[in-house]
Nanobody, 124 residues
Framework: VQVVESGGGLVQAGGSLRLSCTTS????????MAWFRQDSGLEREGVSC????????YYTDSVKGRFTISRDRAENALYLQMNTLKPEDTAMYYC??????????????????WGQGTQVTVSS
């Protein structure tokens, strides 16, 4: 299984970035994919997730209205469009996949496959 993120970088507050994630070899017929982030010294935080089959989406409150998760099923690609970025969005962003969840869909321990991460830095 491969999970590979890209698209991170340095951006000024108020700017935008688009993260991408491609996968191969996931052993699921249906699954949920998510974006998590982790800043140094902090716990990994769920940002957003999407059902691969239905397209149902879920966001953590701090990014609602600013971030949009989407997927391209033909390309096996996941995206996170991040607008109006704030310094507190600075973190390593990870893409993850799971076949099912119970309760909160942004619980990190639920996810079985992870990428290596892509760094997002927002300067003030």
């Amino acid at each position: 299984v491969q999970v590979v993120e890209s698209g991170g970088g340095l951006v000024q507050a108020g700017g935008s970035l688009r993260l991408s994630c491609t996968t191969s070899g996931l052993p699921f017929d249906d699954y949920v994919m998510a974006w998590f982030r982790q800043d140094s010294g902090l716990e990994r935080e769920g940002v957003s997730c999407i059902s691969w089959s239905s397209g149902f989406t879920y966001y953590t409150d701090s990014v609602k209205g600013r971030f949009t998760i989407s997927r391209d099923r033909a390309e096996n690609a996941l995206y996170l469009q991040m607008n109006t970025l704030k310094p507190e969005d600075t973190a390593m962003y990870y893409c993850a996949a799971t076949d099912a969840y119970i309760g909160n869909p942004l619980t990190a321990s639920t996810y079985l496959y992870w990428g290596q991460g892509t760094q997002v830095t927002v300067s003030s």
